[in-house]
């Protein structure tokens, strides 16, 4: 693996971990606001930096049943929301590839 | 130049110099030695304490005169030494004479004067410089247009050099109103602008105490010191020089050829010794003594280890790692690996987070460590925690102990580089700087800080950028296959170069590549500057420039650091993200070595041990750390292998005597 830094965004809105200020995205990525979490309102972005990915697992969701992974702040390891691998129907395949990050658990960070 | 008649004496003596500063002519002798009794008895001077005077017996001493006119000249074709056509010979003669007079060999000088024709130089030069030695101003002047000194403006220049000899020497004497007619007659009707500064500083000295004083202020060192030789070497630039030879002319050149062996020489890591060199041979280190076998591997962390630095004695080495520790390593001083204590004297653990950095207090008893945007400073003599520094507000990047003795400096990727004093407590602090540092260094002078890292750009006002992303229509970011995303506008990534004291910034400049390491050569000239994708840059401190790229190693995403190492910095080595360490020559750029051993992963960081110039360690993602040296000598070999208990006989029939064991002991370390 290596040492790495964690990466820093640049833009006029910076999302980050609310609990250790990570930087994790930024409005350019955002895809929608419209989602739901596990904590109320959540965000879908096309890319998200500074997170570890968990292990792949099958998840039945409002929209249909998906494969996702658990993504977790690579500072302070809080469970931020997850990624999409897969989406079993096609109406929701747009989400493959895609991340979810919980708003309650973003602050605006510089 | 040519003596017009072979063996006149008259000329041959009137070019006597005895006032060169060399070995038993350093003794400055006027024109009236040249009458004394040693003189005469064996031609030249010296009553001086130094070996060749015994040898000028009586018995051999059968006079100059007498000896010269017997000696015949040669005429040789041609002008040049052998074939080659840049080798004067008349010029290498009289380089010859020169150093035969300067060592003394007086009578051997005029000896070669005589049979090959040449002269040192003509009488009007030794009598100038004689004129200069004793002060007797007004005759040097007379002679310098003689010498070639015929533009005006130099025999103003040159003028005024003597001049202000003339006046400093009599400020000296104490003759205060002779001084003055000297500044006001000799010094002030000619001087340039710049010369009336100098006027300025000269007309103050008259206020010195006594001359004590005066010497100190003028950084003169006075008519009986070497001020009136130092002013010959100024007058040099003046004259000629096929007419005045510059002072030890032949010990210059050689002293260049031997820096030109010494930077031709690639794996150069010894010392200059006098004993060891030679001007039989040219000089040239062995390979087999460049470390690079690894002698001892040090396996106690139990993850990645990302940075190692040597204390300053050499003694420890300390190490970073990903488990959240630090180790302090005790490396005995046994020149035998194999009889040498390597242990873990210290774990530093109570780190929440994967250590970063690591830094010796200058006299080793504190080390700095950095996790995150934590500094911990410990005691190394007993391992404790001596203190957390929790300002910085992100990754801490860089930990540097300042030479002058006045605390640390940390750098951080939250944009401020913070100043602390030897308790830990903030001097200090410049923030918002441009960069968010990844890396940065103080040269030993004191005078620079290097700081590396990515450009910050501050997000625009908020009403332009609603048109502006309507306009241009910024792309989204993209995410690559690692899940990490590329933002709309890249960050730039930087070196800065500040003035230490003031913080103002000298130079920025915009690089392409991540930068992840900085280090300052030992004579504060040059920054290393790690630069992904696999570059190394060595940047020239003094004339802002981008002096050499070294080239080999991959690095990509990760941090590699780099270092200089060896004797005079003359090599630069780096980890690797595929698994290696490479060894460079600093100053050609020439990869020497790569050298496997480590595991699967990146060696993250190599450290060269400043006391033991034939020992380096480097860390890698294999959990481990190396120490390399150089190879047991070839003699060491033989006497490991060649010569058993059992075989010293044998080995004494074949060879027709026996070796002692010890006689091919290159003496290790
Ligand atoms: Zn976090």
Redesign the interface.
């Known amino acids: 693996m290596g040492m790495k830094y964690r990466r820093y965004l640049a833009g006029e809105r910076i999302y980050g971990c609310s609990k250790c200020k990570t930087h994790l995205a930024t409005i350019h990525s955002m895809i929608s606001r419209a989602f739901n979490g596990q904590h109320g309102r959540a965000y879908l972005f096309d890319g998200v930096v500074n997170v570890v990915e968990g292990e792949p697992n099958d998840r039945q969701m409002t929209t249909g049943n998906h494969t996702v992974r658990d993504i977790y702040c690579v500072k302070c390891a809080t469970v931020l929301g997850w990624k999409y691998d897969r989406a079993y129907e096609q109406s929701q395949q747009y989400k493959e590839g895609k991340y979810i990050l919980e708003r309650n658990l973003l602050v605006d960070v510089q | 130049m040519r003596i017009p008649e072979p063996d006149n004496h008259s000329n041959l003596s009137s070019s006597y110099d005895f006032v060169s500063e060399a070995g038993p002519s350093c003794v400055t002798l006027d024109k009236a030695s040249h009458s004394n009794g040693i003189n005469k008895e064996n031609g030249y001077s010296a009553p001086v304490s130094n070996g060749t005077t015994s040898n000028g017996s009586p018995t051999m001493g059968n006079g100059l005169a007498k000896h010269s006119s017997s000696i015949m000249r040669v005429s040789l074709p041609g002008t040049t030494l052998y074939d080659d056509p840049y080798l004067d010979r008349e010029e290498f003669v009289r380089l010859v004479i020169q150093s035969l007079r300067d060592v003394g060999y007086i009578e051997s000088a005029a000896t070669l004067e005589a049979e090959s024709g040449y002269s040192l130089e003509a009488p009007e030069v030794s009598e100038f410089r004689q004129h200069i030695l004793r002060g007797a101003w007004a005759d040097a002047e007379h002679l310098l247009v003689e010498l070639g000194v015929t533009d005006a403006d130099a025999l103003l220049d040159a003028r005024f050099l003597i001049g202000k000899q003339k006046y400093l020497e009599l400020l000296e004497a104490r003759k205060t109103t002779a001084a003055l007619q000297v500044l006001r007659n000799d010094l002030a009707p000619y001087s340039t602008s710049s010369e009336q500064e100098e006027l300025h500083v000269l007309s103050s000295l008259m206020m010195c105490s006594d001359p004590q004083d005066l010497r100190r202020r003028a950084s003169w060192d006075g008519a009986s010191g070497i001020s009136r030789r130092q002013l010959l070497d100024d007058l040099q630039h003046y004259i000629p020089s096929s007419t005045m030879i510059p002072q030890r002319r032949f010990s210059t050149l050689l002293t260049q050829s031997r820096e030109y062996q010494r930077l031709r020489c690639l794996y150069h890591n010894s010392a200059v010794d006098p004993s060891s060199s030679s001007l039989f041979s040219d000089h040239t280190c062995d390979k087999e003594s460049f470390p690079r076998i690894t002698t001892t591997i040090l396996e106690v962390h139990s993850d990645?280890v990302?940075n190692v630095a040597w204390s300053h004695d050499g003694t420890h080495l300390a190490s970073a790692s990903?488990d959240k520790t630090a180790i302090i390593w005790r490396i005995g001083l046994e020149a035998e690996p194999s009889s040498r204590d390597c242990i873990a004297e210290f774990i530093l653990r109570d780190h929440p987070?994967?250590l970063?950095c690591l830094a010796w207090s200058l006299d080793d008893s504190i080390l700095s460590t950095s996790a995150?945007n934590l500094i911990l400073l410990w005691n190394t003599k007993t391992g404790a925690l001596m203190k957390t520094l929790e300002n910085h507000?992100?990754?801490v990047?860089a930990l540097v102990w300042l030479p002058d003795g006045s605390g640390f400096m940390s750098g951080s990727?939250d944009r401020k580089i913070i100043f602390w004093d030897m308790e830990g407590e903030l001097r200090e602090s410049w923030n918002d700087i441009a960069i968010?540092v990844?890396d940065a260094a103080v040269t030993p002078d004191v005078r620079r800080l290097v700081a590396v890292g990515?450009g910050?750009?501050p997000?625009?006002a908020?009403g332009t950028?609603a048109r502006a992303n309507v306009r241009d229509a910024?792309p989204?970011?993209?995410?690559?296959g690692n899940?990490?995303?590329?933002?709309?506008?890249s960050?730039e990534n930087r070196m800065i170069i500040y003035d230490l004291k003031t913080g103002q910034v000298e130079l920025s400049v915009h690089m392409e590549g991540e930068l992840t390491s900085v280090k300052i050569s030992e004579d504060s000239r040059y920054a290393l500057i790690n630069h992904a994708p696999d570059e190394i840059h060595l940047w020239d401190l003094q004339e802002f420039r981008l002096a050499r790229k070294f080239t080999g190693q991959r690095q990509g995403?990760?941090?590699?650091r780099s270092c200089f190492g060896g004797i005079d910095g003359n090599f630069v080595i780096s980890g690797s993200?595929d698994r290696n360490v490479y060894v460079w020559h600093r100053d050609t750029g020439t990869l020497l070595e790569v050298l496997d051993g480590h595991g699967l992963?990146?060696v993250?960081s190599v450290a060269w041990n400043p006391r033991n110039k034939r020992m380096f360690a480097s860390c890698s993602?294999d959990n481990t750390i190396r120490v390399w040296e150089a190879p047991v000598s070839a003699g060491e070999l033989l006497r490991g292998f060649g010569i058993s208990a059992s075989e010293p006989e044998m080995i004494g029939k074949g060879k027709g005597k026996v070796k002692q064991p010890w006689t091919y002991n290159d003496g290790g370390l």
């Not at chain 2, 989204?476 to 690559?480: E, F, G, T």
């Not at chain 2, 995403?557 to 590699?560: D, N, R």
């Open positions: 990645e990302w990903k987070y994967a970063g995150d507000g992100e990754t990047s990727l968010r990844t990515m910050y750009n997000p625009p908020l950028l910024s989204p970011i993209v995410s690559n899940g990490n995303a590329v933002g709309p506008r960050p995403h990760h941090v590699i993200e992963g990146s993250n993602d």
